[in-house]
């Protein structure tokens, strides 16, 4: 997963697959989610993002493995 955020423009995008081709699909006014030719989610991007997500908890990202049992 790849995040990239616009300060100038308060935008978040998390790219969560590779994906030529994607469907955007439009969760709310803010919020739009691509979806890859299989339908898989390939990414969400996030207008207005300091209004939507608590930027400071997001970045930097901190990644934990953790066992599934």
Do not use: F, H, S
């Given at each position: 997963?790849?995040?990239a955020y616009d300060?100038?423009?308060d935008?978040?995008?998390?790219?969560?697959?590779e994906a030529e081709k994607v469907c955007?699909?439009?969760v709310d006014e803010d919020i739009t989610m691509d979806l890859d030719a299989e339908g898989k989610?390939?990414?969400i991007e996030i207008l207005s993002a300091s209004k939507h997500i608590n930027l400071s908890t997001l970045l930097?990202?901190?990644i934990k493995?953790?066992?599934l049992r």
């Open positions: 997963m790849r995040i300060p100038k423009y935008v978040l995008y998390l790219k969560l697959g955007c699909k439009e989610l390939a990414g930097p990202v901190e493995k953790e066992v």
